[in-house]
């Protein structure tokens, strides 16, 4: 494996000990995850819904295809 420069962090899927996924990412990807949730949080706020899956839903909805790709709210690719 490569050597890194500073912290590294890492998320978990799910619970610690439970989870098949860990990812780990440096700084600077840290805060472009943080960016991405604030526009996914802003995107949300403008719509009203009773529960998160409607709210994914209706954001998926909004962004671009490679935002939704892989996902259970992927859209079809417009090619």
């Known amino acids: ?3 890194t420069e500073g ?3 890492r998320f978990v899927q799910g619970k610690m ?3 098949e996924y860990v990812f780990a990412f440096d700084e ?4 472009k995850l943080l960016e991405g ?3 996914i949080r802003n ?3 403008d719509h009203q819904s009773d529960s998160d899956d409607e709210t994914l839903q209706y954001v ?9 790709k892989g996902t ?8």
């Open 1 to 3: 494996m490569g050597e």
């Open 7 to 9: 912290k590294m962090f």
């Open 17 to 19: 000990d439970e989870s």
């Open 28 to 31: 600077f990807e840290k805060e």
């Open 37 to 39: 949730s604030e526009v």
């Open 43 to 45: 995107l949300a706020d």
């Open 60 to 68: 998926a909805r909004v962004m671009p295809y490679p935002f939704t």
């Open 72 to 79: 259970k709210y992927e859209k079809k690719n417009p090619k």
